[in-house]
């Protein structure tokens, strides 16, 4: 069985992040990958299957949830502000390069789907990650927005957003939806991986604002000379695949760009081989293990 550890991230701001910690094997400083998970989701749901798989490869691996979800502190729960989670990966960061088993010029970071978007963000902003995955990522706010809430229902869910905005600012409890509406792919992924009955199917109704506001695809031209891995889905219709190939598209050297005959949550269960190998291969290849 994987070495695994409970850990605490202690982000900028003081909030703990909630994580686990996987040594590999080997003297030395040895290379480490950083994963956080998409949207609405937690470190139980799936991400085990790739830090096992890194970590038998020679990579250390820190795992964490996201502020104001399962384990991790900070309010209000159930929020993902993208520049929060981006500038907590950074902390995240510093963690690693701070580690005394980890090598502080071998850190790669992967993300998935929400935080897909933020690995390509971070990549181009910090050059202290030396390597980068990218799976299913979100790419475009405004458009995933349009694209998630059909013009029919828009004015009503803007107007929604506005008073909940005037709500929280007179005291009052976030307004919030559920994630995974029944029937839904989230749904049936979120049933499928939830093992331990622990995901709160909820997020803020502020998170789409927010969301609206977050459009990773443009820091994507920034990130080399880092490498870059994307694994995306061609069945995609959560963070649609033509984005994906758009914004890698507009990457420079060195970069890879492995397909999947899928859906977007299929990565994490019936394609975890292929899309766990080719993240590992790249960190490989690229942190020297």
Known sequence: MAERHDVTVIA???TELAGWWYPAAGAGRRPAVLLS?????????????????????????????????????????????????????????????????????????????????????VAALDRRVKAVVSQVPFVRGEDTFDAWVPAERRAGFEQRMMADRDDRAGGAAPLTTKAAVAGSETAEWAEATDLDGSYANELTIRTFELLREYEPYTF?????????????ATNDTQTPTAWQRAAYATAGEPKRLVELECRHYDPYTTYLEQSAGAARDWFVEHLRP
């Not at 950074?90 to 980890?102: F, K, N, Q, T």
């Not at 994507?220 to 995306?232: E, K, N, S």
């Open 37 to 121: 998970h998409g949207l609405s989701a937690i470190k139980a749901m799936g991400l085990a299957g790739y830090a096992e798989r890194f970590q038998a490869a020679g990579l250390s691996c820190l795992v964490y949830d996201h502020r104001g979800y399962a384990g991790s502190g900070g309010t209000p729960r159930h929020e993902s502000d993208p520049w929060k989670q981006v500038h907590d990966m950074r902390d995240a960061i510093s963690w690693l390069r701070l580690h005394p088993e980890v090598d502080p010029e071998r850190i790669g970071i992967w993300g998935t789907s929400f935080s897909g978007g933020h690995v390509l963000t």
């Open 220 to 232: 994507v031209p920034r990130i080399a000379p880092t490498p870059l891995l994307m694994v995306i």
């Open 12 to 14: 900028e701001d003081g």
